[in-house]
């Protein structure tokens, strides 16, 4: 009996032994993971979007800064004006940010995350989406060149720009989470960054009730206050925000029916920030 008792004890210990291990292992795992992040402030021509693009820029230095992930990794700041000289990383020309990218390219590995957001001017010239910078501007395929260097299998990129669709085709591949301000016939003014931000930080976004806000239910969230905005002051809609995640280049206004109709939106519902 007490021989029993003794193999019953041993074989309990190692289950426990096995578990820890096991979670340690996933402990791991978690904590290994690397997040790159590099946000652009371009061109601002009306003195409400030089606030807009500040104010855009310190919220995300505040939400993401703490992050564990961020911090192992890079949060790098490129703007023109309005910010204090130590809370960016240099002027957001074209060379500026081609260097930093080709920095965390080679730095970032696969199995880290990397989060590219741009706020600011842009037009739409010859079939190109134009990011207005101090000097010369870059085109929405050269940006996607550089950031085709980054190896990290999951990337977050967000628009906030006039046109900005145009971009989906170019930067669209799987594992990458596309989020555009508007359409590319939309060449007006946006305003995502003003809604989707806080939406990221505002527990009512969590509409699964899972206890966190995934990037799908802040664009949602966001999305619907824009739409109610043009709604209440009875205006054309020239801002309708687009979402692309499953690698076909081809945006959906819908996403959060990712469910029903199979498009875009699965991706976006587990990437965190």
């Not at 021509?45 to 693009?53: F, G, L, V, Y």
């Not at 500040?54 to 800064?65: D, H």
């Not at 134009?130 to 260097?149: C, E, M, S, V, Y």
């Not at 591949?173 to 806080?198: A, H, N």
Request: contains cysteine; positive net charge.
């Amino acid at each position: 009996m007490r021989k029993i008792s003794f193999v019953i004890l041993i074989i309990f210990i190692l289950c426990i032994t096995t578990f820890a291990g096991s979670d340690t292992d996933n402990s791991r795992k978690r904590t290994g993971r690397k997040t790159y992040v590099l946000v652009v402030g371009g061109i601002s021509k009306e003195p409400q979007d030089k606030i807009a693009t500040t104010k855009a820029i310190t919220e995300l230095q505040k939400l993401l800064r703490s992050n564990p992930e961020v911090k192992g990794g890079t949060f790098s700041v490129l703007a023109t004006d309005g910010l204090p000289a130590e809370s960016i990383s240099g002027t957001s020309t074209a060379e500026n940010i081609q260097t930093t990218i080709k920095t965390i390219g080679t730095a970032a590995g696969a199995d880290d995350r990397f989060i590219f957001y741009y706020i600011g001017q842009a037009n739409i010239a010859a079939q190109k989406l134009r990011f207005n910078l101090p000097g010369a501007d870059i085109t929405h395929k050269r940006l996607a060149q550089w950031i085709k260097q980054i190896k990290c299998a999951s990337k977050l990129i967000v628009l906030d720009c006039p046109g900005s669709g145009l971009a989906a085709k170019a930067l669209s591949k799987r594992g990458t989470v596309l989020i555009c301000s508007s359409t590319d016939e939309q060449k007006y003014r946006t305003r995502l960054s003003e809604y989707f931000l806080p939406a990221l930080a505002d527990g009512e976004s969590d509409t699964n009730g899972d206890g966190k806000v995934s990037v799908l239910e802040a664009f949602t969230a966001a999305s619907r206050r824009i739409d109610d905005w043009f709604r209440r002051n009875k205006l054309l809609t020239t801002e309708t925000p687009v979402l692309e995640d499953n690698g076909d280049g081809r945006v959906s206004k819908e996403p959060w029916r990712y469910k029903l109709d199979g498009a875009d939106g699965a991706v976006a519902a587990e990437f965190f920030l």
